[in-house]
């Protein structure tokens, strides 16, 4: 097995988590809040699937899916296309409240698919090219990845835990 296998492992752990976390919700369900100040799943996913789309554009040299592929226009949302969901407030997580489940999941496969793409490419000599100098240390291709694998998991482990509580309360 090659760091690459286990990188494309990875993510594909983290599209069954989106999937499960969705699959069978209603819009309202989606965009439930626990309490006013907490994150649906809409926004969870959504927030997930930005800064996925973002950072593996950023190193692969490409475009955003979310606004070359029409996913911003889709999702018409009050936001900036360049947002990722860093740092918003409750009335953004409110934003995602109407969002259906096929247009999560389309846009959410839509990255994964193309962040899988960029993966099979790498080769372990790879890893180590710097791909952002405002950290120190830099901060290397490895670790960039492992860093949007860590938050995609721990965000689509959030949407699991509101799933269960959802469905608890049907």
């Known amino acids: 097995m090659t760091s ?28 439930a809040r626990l309490d006013p100040g907490a994150n649906s799943i809409a926004w969870l996913i959504w927030h997930l699937t930005r800064v996925q789309d973002d950072h593996i554009a950023d190193v692969a040299g490409t475009e955003q899916l979310w606004t070359s592929a029409g996913w911003a226009r889709r999702f018409d949302l009050p936001f900036d296309d360049a947002a990722t969901g860093y740092g918003d407030g409750s009335d953004e997580v409110a934003a995602l409240g109407g969002v259906a489940a096929d247009l999560l999941l389309g ?3 839509a990255v ?20 952002d100098t405002r950290w120190d240390p830099p901060v290397t291709l490895g670790v960039r990845l492992i860093s949007v694998i860590d938050d995609d998991i721990q965000h689509s482990g959030q949407a699991a835990f509101i799933r269960g509580v959802l469905l608890r309360r049907r």
């Open 4 to 31: 690459t296998d286990l990188l494309v492992d990875a993510f594909g752990r983290i599209k069954e988590n989106v999937h499960g976390a969705v699959a069978g919700l209603t819009q309202e369900e989606l965009g």
């Open 107 to 109: 846009y959410h496969d």
């Open 112 to 131: 994964h698919d193309r962040t899988v793409d960029y993966v099979r490419g790498l080769t372990d000599t790879d890893l180590p090219r710097i791909v």
